[in-house]
């Protein structure tokens, strides 16, 4: 019978030392039952092979929607960056798998993906030989403070196994055996469990579909390309319009289902607060070739869109600047629509002619990005 602390209170302090107590648990080598956002897990030391030995023995019922569970642990970890590491996509994680990465973590998903080689330093051998059989690590960064706070406190990521629960979200009698120690917080915040995802290369399938639904992995599997001006209502939303309708060209599909092909499509502003329609002359310039844009209304470049997007395709210099001083981790990210480092000038308060002049260079670079974007593995 473990050692029982209920936390459904909330209490900072009473959380903290239940933390505490199973940091403790976990370095003494033992094993611990803890919540997590979508359910409960068990969880080990990874470096220590007598409690994965006995993580990985432990009687489970089987999850029907997972054929690999329960004898497929995962490894928890506190940033993408560490967990990235561990794998090999060759030659390293590749772009779908940084894409999902940073888009589901921290969150109840979990990642499938090619392992390196070697075990990493310290690794438990058992653990590793079964990665090594199935040719897969499963990685998941958690969100849920418990299990975030026992990493904080151990020196290495931990082993986890999902634990079954009822109905009520509770854990099913008998399943906590083999832990020394277990936290009760009453149901999860999610339900059904995680959603695991496996990545090959630039594929990817759900293999249980958890907390996390098919459509939501499917839009955070798409390539986000987000265009950026001043105020989002003349450049960006044209290069946002051409853009769109050149790609559903090259995939020969309507604008209605570049979602569908992998690809999402927006703009935004440095300076702007949103809430505006396109300029009525950048409207006309995209009616001439076809082109309907009244449906637009101005947002602002936010540190969500920032982090959430694989290309922010800036308009100017200025542009590109501001995007990297408010996110310099972004910088990878970053261009300009022009290669060859020119601005696309303002054409606010310009003639119809200006705009239309405007409108056309922006096409010309378009053209350029979407042969790089659309070339093999692009």
């Not at 209490?11 to 199973?22: G, I, L, N, S, W």
């Not at 915040?189 to 759900?206: C, F, K, L, S």
């Not at 599997?221 to 051409?242: D, K, Q």
Request: proline share 8%.
């Amino acid at each position: 019978m473990p050692e029982q602390f209920d936390i459904r209170g909330g209490d900072e302090q009473a959380v903290a030392r239940a933390v505490t107590r199973a940091a403790e648990a976990i370095a003494n080598g033992d094993l611990v039952a803890v919540p997590d956002e979508a359910g409960y897990q068990l969880l080990a030391s990874i470096c220590n092979p007598d409690a994965t030995d006995r993580l990985l023995q432990a009687t489970l019922p089987r999850d029907p929607l997972d054929p690999l569970d329960p004898l497929d642990p995962i490894v928890l970890g506190t940033d993408a960056l560490s967990l990235l590491q561990l794998i090999e996509d060759p030659p390293g994680p590749g772009e779908l798998t940084l894409r999902l990465a940073r888009r589901c973590w921290p969150a109840p998903v979990v990642l499938e993906l090619n392992p390196q080689a070697t075990a990493p330093d310290r690794w438990s051998p058992a653990f590793w030989e079964r990665v090594t059989q199935r040719q897969r690590l499963g990685v998941r960064v958690p969100a849920h403070e418990v299990p975030r706070g026992l990493l904080d406190l151990a020196d290495s990521p931990l082993l986890a196994r999902p634990l079954p629960v009822t109905d009520a979200g509770e854990v099913v009698v008998g399943c906590t055996e083999s832990a020394s120690v277990m936290l009760q917080a009453g149901p999860s915040r999610y339900a059904g469990g995680d959603t695991r995802i496996r990545v090959d290369g630039q594929e990817w399938e759900i293999t249980r579909e958890g907390a996390v639904g098919a459509a939501t992995v499917a839009r955070m599997a798409c390539r986000v390309v987000v265009f950026v001006c001043t105020g989002n209502t003349c450049r960006s939303p044209m290069a946002e319009a051409l853009f769109r309708k050149l790609a559903a060209q090259r995939l020969q599909c309507p604008d209605e289902e570049l979602v569908d092909r992998g690809l999402l499509v927006g703009s935004a502003g440095v300076g702007t607060y949103g809430g505006s329609s396109i300029s009525p002359e950048a409207a006309e310039s995209l009616r001439e070739r076809g082109i309907e844009s009244a449906s637009h209304v101005s947002q602002p470049l936010t540190a969500e869109l920032a982090v959430q997007a694989d290309h922010l395709v800036a308009m100017t210099r200025g542009h590109r600047d501001s995007i990297l001083n408010t996110w310099p981790d972004a910088a990878a990210r970053v261009r300009l629509l022009d290669p060859n480092g020119t601005d696309i000038d303002d054409p606010i308060g310009g003639s119809s002619d200006v705009y239309a002049a405007c409108c056309r260079e922006i096409e010309t670079h378009l053209e350029a990005l979407i042969d790089e974007l659309f070339a093999p593995g692009g």
